[in-house]
């Protein structure tokens, strides 16, 4: 069985300060993908990056970055410069391959940009 | 390239009624997952479909069921309403590969509320 685990309910930022979010899984399966998501009040998932259990390198996508720790079992989302249309609730997910469309949730992160 | 429509975006039954929602893939993607999101639950995986056939499924009782068509167009159905399935229905699309891949993409969801 797979788990992802967000242990901030609620976190603040300074408008262009950077953040992270924290985000651990748990897994057997050897390969997997882990995800973020963001969801604005409107209810959309939004896609924010990917990383593959066996990418060597971090991901990367514009102001966001995942930084992988796959020993501590670890894939927390640093979200550089922050904007005040970051706030929003964020989502870590996972799967894996036996099921790799099934998505595993955490219980998500709200943050908030502060003015 | 259109992204994940889904319709209704709002919904109002009472208690007992059956509702179907309906969810459009992006173009060439053959696999629609669908998920219920709720304040007490976070997000769950209710099934996935791949070329009309439901390849996974969550813990969710029979009353929640769904089809995919041959286009990939996908529905879910539930029967006999009860006051907990009041929730965000959020359907993810994705090309269908069995490997773990950064491909998945939400819809706005449809929000239903039963009284």
């Known amino acids: 069985a797979q788990k992802i685990t967000q242990t901030q309910p609620g976190m603040f930022v300074q408008e262009k300060e950077a953040v992270t979010l924290d985000c651990t899984y748990d897994?057997?399966?050897?390969?997997?993908?882990l995800f973020w998501y963001k969801q604005p009040s409107s209810g959309e998932m939004i896609f924010l990056i990917y990383?593959?259990?066996?990418?060597?390198q971090n991901a990367t996508e514009g102001r966001y970055s995942l930084n992988f720790q796959k020993a501590r079992k670890s894939a927390n989302l640093v979200i550089s410069a922050s904007q005040l249309g970051d706030s929003a609730m964020y989502f870590c997910a996972m799967s894996a391959s036996g099921s790799a469309r099934q998505l595993t949730f955490g219980s998500g992160t709200q943050l908030t940009v502060l003015p | 390239k259109a992204g994940v429509t889904q319709t209704p975006r709002y919904l109002i039954k009472t208690r007992g009624q059956q509702v179907t929602l309906s969810c459009s893939p992006i173009s060439g993607h053959r696999s629609v997952s669908w998920y219920q999101q709720t304040p007490g639950q976070g997000l769950q995986f209710l099934f996935e479909y791949f070329s009309e056939t439901q390849r996974n499924k969550g813990n969710f009782p029979g009353r929640f069921s769904g089809r995919q068509f041959s286009n990939s167009r996908s529905e879910m159905n539930v029967s006999t309403l009860e006051l907990g399935d009041s929730a965000l229905y959020l359907c993810?699309?994705?090309?269908?590969?069995?490997?773990?891949?950064?491909?998945?993409?939400f819809g706005p969801g449809t929000r239903l509320t039963v009284t």
């Open positions: 990383q593959g259990s066996y990418d060597q």
């Open positions: 897994t057997s399966d050897p390969s997997y993908g």
């Open positions: 993810a699309s994705s090309p269908g590969e069995r490997r773990p891949t950064r491909e998945q993409y």
